[in-house]
């Protein structure tokens, strides 16, 4: 029985790069994010990366290269340093490729470290606006560790846009994350779920860009301080409500004491 040949190869007696099958096959990346990795670890050994080579060199636009780069870091196959002079200011982030993915304890260990960073703050030219206590936040969520045990989800605060089968889909990335934090990406979600269509996909871009530290809750704390404003006008009106009943009940006694019955 003759076999309809699917795949035509050529020899490769040079200028061929041999993969891992695995990266290829990671169900977790999507297809753009495994071609880019694949053209990455074509690169020499000592290759120097800078995301702005490759959104020069592809068709993707600059932030469709940033997404992809964000899904690499957070699946592990890319680890991501901030590059500093001797001087201690900020320079071009470094990129180290896996061709396997790592855990953030061998990123930490093998990741290459700045030469002799300077222990001062160093000033930047365009001081941030961002509230100060909205970015010691984003550093802690940054640093979190993932597989710690987490707290009871029915404590969530789900918009009511998102069906049932978006919140199971959604909640199976969200395993071993605290719930502060998974609530700051709903906020964010439910923030901008008016422009998306697939919130299941845009969920995911948010905890990408949680997990590489670049996360910017642009709708979250707008969400979270009209649901906190929201609670307050709620307790308020119960406390008017429970004044005026006590009132009600005292004039009642009053009247009863006032005029008993015979």
């Known amino acids: 029985m003759a076999i309809n040949k699917t795949i035509f190869r050529i ?8 993969i891992n099958r695995h990266l290829l096959e990671d169900v977790r990346l999507s297809y753009e994010a495994r071609g880019l990795l694949a053209c990455m670890l ?11 080579f490759f959104i020069k060199n592809s068709p993707a636009g600059r932030d469709k290269v940033r997404r992809i780069f964000n899904e690499l870091i957070a699946a592990g196959y890319i680890v991501k340093t901030d590059g500093r002079s001797r001087t201690g200011k900020f320079g071009s982030p470094q990129y180290t490729v ?4 790592v855990s953030d304890s061998q990123a930490n260990i093998t990741s290459p470290k700045p030469d002799k960073p300077s222990t001062i703050n160093p000033l930047t030219d365009n001081p941030a606006t ?8 984003q ?23 998102l069906s049932q089968d978006h919140q199971e889909s959604i909640g199976s990335m969200i395993t071993n994350m605290d719930n502060q934090d998974v609530q700051l990406l709903l906020d964010e979600l439910a923030g901008q779920i008016e422009n ?3 919130p299941v996909g845009y969920f995911r871009t948010l905890l990408n860009s949680y997990l590489s530290g670049e996360f910017v809750p642009a709708k979250a704390l707008q969400i979270q ?19 005026h009943d006590e009132r009600v009940n005292k004039l009642l006694e009053r009247y009863e004491e006032e005029h008993p019955s015979k």
Do not use: M
Not at 11 to 18: A, G, I, S
Not at 98 to 101: F, V
Not at 130 to 135: E, G, T
């Open 42 to 52: 074509a690169k020499p050994n000592d290759w120097i990366f800078h995301i702005t």
């Open 225 to 243: 301080s009209s649901r906190k404003q929201r609670v307050e006008n709620e307790r308020a009106v119960e406390r008017s409500n429970h004044l």
């Open 139 to 161: 550093l802690v969520l940054n640093k979190q560790v993932t597989n710690k045990t987490t707290t009871n989800r029915e404590d969530l605060i789900w918009t009511k846009k």
């Open 11 to 18: 020899n490769k007696p040079d200028n061929y790069v041999t």
């Open 130 to 137: 961002v509230n100060p206590s909205l970015l010691s936040k």
């Open 98 to 101: 896996y061709e396997s993915p």
């Open 196 to 198: 998306i269509k697939n």
